[in-house]
Protein backbone atom coordinates (compact mmCIF):
# COMPACT_ATOMS: atom_id res chain seq x y z
CA UNK A 1 0.00 0.00 0.00
CA UNK A 2 1.76 3.54 -0.96
CA UNK A 3 1.24 6.14 1.61
CA UNK A 4 1.15 9.56 0.22
CA UNK A 5 2.25 12.67 2.35
CA UNK A 6 -0.85 15.16 1.87
CA UNK A 7 1.03 18.66 0.78
CA UNK A 8 3.97 17.07 2.41
CA UNK A 9 3.64 16.32 6.53
CA UNK A 10 0.54 18.82 6.59
CA UNK A 11 0.35 17.79 10.51
CA UNK A 12 3.17 18.93 11.82
CA UNK A 13 5.02 21.07 8.96
CA UNK A 14 4.39 24.07 6.59
CA UNK A 15 2.17 22.65 3.80
CA UNK A 16 3.63 22.47 0.41
CA UNK A 17 7.10 23.25 1.49
CA UNK A 18 10.42 21.70 0.77
CA UNK A 19 10.20 21.17 4.88
CA UNK A 20 7.04 19.43 5.21
CA UNK A 21 8.50 17.15 2.37
CA UNK A 22 11.33 16.14 3.78
CA UNK A 23 9.59 14.91 6.75
CA UNK A 24 6.87 13.17 5.06
CA UNK A 25 9.76 11.10 3.82
CA UNK A 26 11.70 11.07 6.61
CA UNK A 27 8.45 9.56 7.77
CA UNK A 28 8.15 6.66 5.94
CA UNK A 29 5.92 8.48 3.11
CA UNK A 30 6.19 6.39 -0.33
CA UNK A 31 4.66 9.62 -2.48
CA UNK A 32 3.85 12.74 -1.43
CA UNK A 33 1.43 14.87 -2.75
CA UNK A 34 1.30 18.53 -3.89
CA UNK A 35 -0.63 20.99 -5.84
CA UNK A 36 0.55 23.32 -8.92
CA UNK A 37 -0.32 26.52 -9.82
CA UNK A 38 1.67 28.95 -12.44
CA UNK A 39 2.82 32.78 -11.09
CA UNK A 40 2.29 36.17 -13.20
CA UNK A 41 5.65 35.01 -14.96
CA UNK A 42 4.94 31.97 -16.16
CA UNK A 43 6.75 29.71 -13.16
CA UNK A 44 5.23 26.75 -11.82
CA UNK A 45 5.19 26.73 -8.00
CA UNK A 46 3.29 24.70 -5.41
CA UNK A 47 0.14 26.08 -3.62
CA UNK A 48 -3.10 24.55 -2.72
CA UNK A 49 -5.26 27.66 -2.61
CA UNK A 50 -5.88 30.53 -5.69
CA UNK A 51 -3.90 32.90 -3.37
CA UNK A 52 -1.41 33.30 -1.09
CA UNK A 53 -3.50 34.68 2.06
CA UNK A 54 -3.38 31.67 4.27
CA UNK A 55 -0.43 30.04 4.02
CA UNK A 56 2.02 32.80 3.83
CA UNK A 57 2.75 36.23 4.95
CA UNK A 58 1.56 37.97 1.68
CA UNK A 59 -1.79 39.02 -0.21
CA UNK A 60 -3.09 38.19 -3.39
CA UNK A 61 -3.42 35.61 -5.94
CA UNK A 62 -0.74 33.16 -7.39
CA UNK A 63 -1.60 34.10 -10.81
CA UNK A 64 -1.10 37.77 -10.70
CA UNK A 65 2.69 37.79 -8.51
CA UNK A 66 5.61 37.28 -9.91
CA UNK A 67 7.75 34.58 -8.89
CA UNK A 68 10.29 36.75 -7.29
CA UNK A 69 7.02 38.54 -4.93
CA UNK A 70 6.46 35.03 -3.95
CA UNK A 71 9.66 33.59 -2.77
CA UNK A 72 9.96 36.76 -0.57
CA UNK A 73 7.21 35.45 1.20
CA UNK A 74 7.06 33.37 4.40
CA UNK A 75 5.15 30.32 3.65
CA UNK A 76 5.66 29.15 7.44
CA UNK A 77 8.82 28.03 9.53
CA UNK A 78 11.09 31.17 7.62
CA UNK A 79 9.81 28.38 4.75
CA UNK A 80 9.99 29.59 0.66
CA UNK A 81 7.20 28.41 -1.79
CA UNK A 82 9.14 26.07 -3.46
CA UNK A 83 9.16 25.78 -7.28
CA UNK A 84 8.18 22.55 -8.78
CA UNK A 85 11.89 22.52 -10.32
CA UNK A 86 12.85 22.48 -6.86
CA UNK A 87 10.74 20.35 -5.70
CA UNK A 88 11.62 17.28 -8.09
CA UNK A 89 15.26 18.21 -7.21
CA UNK A 90 14.64 17.91 -3.57
CA UNK A 91 12.28 14.96 -3.18
CA UNK A 92 13.31 11.18 -4.43
CA UNK A 93 10.01 9.48 -3.85
CA UNK A 94 7.42 9.32 -6.09
CA UNK A 95 4.95 12.66 -6.26
CA UNK A 96 1.68 13.30 -6.89
CA UNK A 97 1.15 16.65 -8.43
CA UNK A 98 -2.40 17.99 -8.10
CA UNK A 99 -3.10 20.36 -11.38
CA UNK A 100 -4.89 23.12 -9.51
CA UNK A 101 -4.61 25.80 -12.52
CA UNK A 102 -5.31 24.80 -16.44
CA UNK A 103 -2.19 26.96 -16.97
CA UNK A 104 0.18 24.48 -15.21
CA UNK A 105 -0.46 21.95 -17.68
CA UNK A 106 1.69 22.19 -20.59
CA UNK A 107 4.51 23.91 -18.05
CA UNK A 108 3.99 19.90 -16.40
CA UNK A 109 3.86 18.40 -19.36
CA UNK A 110 7.08 19.47 -20.33
CA UNK A 111 8.52 18.91 -17.36
CA UNK A 112 7.61 15.48 -17.91
CA UNK A 113 8.14 14.62 -21.46
CA UNK A 114 11.95 16.49 -20.74
CA UNK A 115 12.52 13.47 -17.72
CA UNK A 116 11.13 10.10 -18.43
CA UNK A 117 12.69 9.07 -14.60
CA UNK A 118 10.78 12.21 -13.79
CA UNK A 119 7.11 11.28 -15.41
CA UNK A 120 7.39 7.51 -14.17
CA UNK A 121 7.38 8.47 -10.62
CA UNK A 122 4.54 11.24 -11.11
CA UNK A 123 1.14 10.74 -10.86
CA UNK A 124 -0.63 13.83 -12.35
CA UNK A 125 -4.46 14.13 -10.57
CA UNK A 126 -7.69 16.25 -10.46
CA UNK A 127 -10.84 16.73 -9.44
CA UNK A 128 -11.75 18.30 -13.22
CA UNK A 129 -12.09 16.01 -15.95
CA UNK A 130 -11.05 18.49 -18.84
CA UNK A 131 -7.45 19.33 -17.27
CA UNK A 132 -6.84 15.56 -16.91
CA UNK A 133 -7.98 15.10 -20.81
CA UNK A 134 -5.65 18.19 -21.63
CA UNK A 135 -2.71 16.68 -19.27
CA UNK A 136 -3.21 13.34 -21.12
CA UNK A 137 -3.55 15.20 -24.93
CA UNK A 138 0.02 17.18 -24.01
CA UNK A 139 1.96 14.16 -22.65
CA UNK A 140 -0.15 11.09 -23.46
CA UNK A 141 2.50 9.02 -21.19
CA UNK A 142 1.15 10.10 -18.26
CA UNK A 143 -0.47 8.66 -15.36
CA UNK A 144 -3.32 10.11 -14.33
CA UNK A 145 -5.78 9.94 -11.32
CA UNK A 146 -9.69 11.40 -11.12
CA UNK A 147 -9.94 12.92 -7.74
CA UNK A 148 -13.68 12.25 -5.86
CA UNK A 149 -14.35 14.08 -2.59
CA UNK A 150 -17.62 12.41 -1.91
CA UNK A 151 -17.24 9.04 -3.24
CA UNK A 152 -20.10 8.43 -6.18
CA UNK A 153 -21.82 5.03 -6.86
CA UNK A 154 -18.91 2.80 -8.01
CA UNK A 155 -20.50 2.83 -11.34
CA UNK A 156 -19.80 6.47 -11.85
CA UNK A 157 -16.88 6.47 -10.69
CA UNK A 158 -15.59 3.82 -13.10
CA UNK A 159 -17.73 6.14 -15.91
CA UNK A 160 -15.82 9.08 -14.77
CA UNK A 161 -12.98 7.74 -14.06
CA UNK A 162 -12.60 6.80 -17.69
CA UNK A 163 -14.14 9.48 -19.66
CA UNK A 164 -11.30 11.47 -18.09
CA UNK A 165 -8.63 8.82 -19.31
CA UNK A 166 -7.52 7.95 -15.99
CA UNK A 167 -6.06 5.22 -14.43
CA UNK A 168 -6.72 5.70 -10.94
CA UNK A 169 -9.60 6.62 -8.94
CA UNK A 170 -8.83 8.64 -5.37
CA UNK A 171 -11.56 8.43 -3.78
CA UNK A 172 -13.07 9.28 -0.23
CA UNK A 173 -12.52 6.45 2.55
CA UNK A 174 -15.76 6.75 4.06
CA UNK A 175 -17.76 5.85 0.62
CA UNK A 176 -15.63 2.71 -0.49
CA UNK A 177 -16.39 -1.01 0.80
CA UNK A 178 -14.47 -3.93 0.42
CA UNK A 179 -17.12 -4.84 -2.52
CA UNK A 180 -16.45 -1.64 -4.62
CA UNK A 181 -12.35 -1.58 -4.35
CA UNK A 182 -12.81 -5.15 -5.75
CA UNK A 183 -15.47 -3.70 -8.65
CA UNK A 184 -12.90 -0.41 -9.10
CA UNK A 185 -9.89 -3.05 -9.60
CA UNK A 186 -11.51 -5.81 -11.79
CA UNK A 187 -12.34 -2.29 -13.96
CA UNK A 188 -8.63 -2.06 -14.35
CA UNK A 189 -8.51 1.24 -12.01
CA UNK A 190 -6.32 1.34 -8.98
CA UNK A 191 -7.93 3.21 -5.82
CA UNK A 192 -6.66 5.59 -3.50
CA UNK A 193 -8.46 6.20 -0.05
CA UNK A 194 -8.31 9.31 1.43
CA UNK A 195 -8.11 10.97 4.29
CA UNK A 196 -6.12 8.37 6.60
CA UNK A 197 -5.52 10.64 9.66
CA UNK A 198 -4.89 8.17 12.12
CA UNK A 199 -3.55 4.05 12.19
CA UNK A 200 -7.16 2.89 13.14
CA UNK A 201 -8.22 4.33 9.63
CA UNK A 202 -5.06 2.70 8.05
CA UNK A 203 -5.99 -0.45 9.37
CA UNK A 204 -9.75 0.08 8.20
CA UNK A 205 -7.75 0.75 4.48
CA UNK A 206 -6.11 -1.88 4.60
CA UNK A 207 -9.19 -4.23 5.08
CA UNK A 208 -10.68 -2.20 1.64
CA UNK A 209 -7.55 -3.65 0.11
CA UNK A 210 -6.65 -0.22 -1.68
CA UNK A 211 -3.75 0.83 -3.31
CA UNK A 212 -2.91 3.67 -1.36
CA UNK A 213 -3.51 5.81 0.76
CA UNK A 214 -3.25 9.93 1.33
CA UNK A 215 -2.78 11.36 5.26
CA UNK A 216 -2.18 14.43 6.58
CA UNK A 217 -0.09 12.83 9.57
CA UNK A 218 2.20 10.22 8.06
CA UNK A 219 4.41 10.08 11.38
CA UNK A 220 1.18 8.13 12.74
CA UNK A 221 1.09 5.97 10.07
CA UNK A 222 2.99 2.75 9.77
CA UNK A 223 3.29 0.50 6.81
CA UNK A 224 0.21 -2.24 6.67
Not at 25 to 46: F, H, M, N, S, Y
Not at 78 to 105: C, F, M, N, S, Y
Amino acid sequence: MIITGHRGALGTEPENTLRSFRRAVADGCDEIELDLRVTADGELVIMHDATVDRTTSGLGAVEELTLAEIRALDAGSGEQVPTWGETVAAIDVRLQAEVKAEAAVPLLAQSLKADRSLAERTLVTSFHPEILLAVREAFPDVTTGHIFGRTPETAEVITRTRAAGATWSLCGIAGLTPEAVAELHAAGLNVTAWPVPDANTLATAATLAVDGVTTDNPHLLTHA
